[in-house]
């Protein structure tokens, strides 16, 4: 058994309250929602672009929404890699840096949930083609 929540305090105590040494797990969607917060509120074009992907449903079983999210952190992480490796310096540098170790931690443990992801879509596309 597992609970997956948006980590809500009132959820978090409830639920282990209730049942003791059940797995937790934080939504996919509430968890990339946070992560990009700091990014998204100051960049305008990229919080479109999220909460495009977020609340479009376009991707469809081949493509939900958690995977396109991870594709579009992606970018993120690649665009702040390259400046990373500018030689540049400074106070606003170090915030990026920052941003960029939480992003490759939160993709890095959410890992093994994208990896299901991946087979669940693998499995449901041939049938959803099918249909």
Not at 3 to 25: N, T, Y
Not at 113 to 123: H, L, P
Request: charged share 25%; with cysteine.
């Amino acid at each position: 058994m597992l609970w997956i929540s948006d980590k809500q305090d009132a959820f978090l105590k409830c639920i282990a309250a209730e049942f003791p040494g059940v797995p937790h797990r934080y939504c996919e969607n509430h968890f990339f929602r946070d992560l990009a917060k700091p990014v998204l509120d100051l960049d305008s074009t990229a919080k479109k672009k999220m909460r495009g992907i977020l609340n479009d449903g376009h991707g469809g079983p081949a493509h939900p929404a958690g995977l396109r999210m991870l594709e579009a952190l992606g970018d993120v992480q690649a665009s702040l890699t390259r400046v990373a490796s500018s030689g540049k310096g400074g106070p606003a540098l170090d915030l990026l840096a920052r941003l960029k170790g939480f992003i490759d931690r939160g993709v890095a443990d959410q890992r093994e949930s994208f990896s299901r992801v991946r087979q669940y879509t693998r499995q449901v596309v041939p049938m959803s083609e099918v249909a």
